[in-house]
Nanobody, 124 residues
Framework: QLPLVESGGGLVQPGGSLRLSCAASGRAFSTSTMGWFRQAPGKEREFVAAVSWSGGVRDYADAVKGRFTISRDNAKNTVYLQMESLKLEDTAVYYC?????????????????WGQGTQVTVSS
């Protein structure tokens, strides 16, 4: 088990920025692939971004590529999601997830540990 706690969500205007953080408890973080997913009301949970344990491999959904950046600090047991140029359609609950594997994947079912989520609302 790898408890995860997200923070940093909030209300932002279109075009604005937010940085989400996900703090993990436990040594397993440094060997875990980390992902961010989101779920909007009435929609299924969808992949946003993922990063390998070393930080050397990053993957992004097409909808956020070029606007979002995933990063991690293994010394702080924390993964981040920097979100720029936010759009109305980015409104969702954002979840952090972890899996004990080398390769980041886009499938939610492959992640065994999840945080409680943090709300991001983009509105004018």
């Amino acid at each position: 088990q790898l408890p995860l706690v997200e923070s940093g969500g909030g209300l932002v205007q279109p075009g604005g920025s937010l940085r989400l953080s996900c703090a993990a408890s436990g040594r397993a973080f440094s060997t875990s692939t980390m992902g961010w997913f989101r779920q909007a009301p009435g929609k299924e949970r969808e992949f946003v971004a993922a990063v390998s344990w070393s930080g050397g491999v990053r993957d992004y959904a097409d909808a956020v590529k070029g606007r979002f950046t995933i990063s991690r600090d293994n010394a702080k047991n924390t993964v981040y999601l920097q979100m720029e140029s936010l759009k109305l359609e980015d409104t969702a609950v954002y979840y952090c997830a972890a899996r004990q594997a080398v390769v980041p994947v886009r499938t939610a079912a492959a992640y065994g540990n999840w945080g409680q989520g943090t709300q991001v609302t983009v509105s004018s």
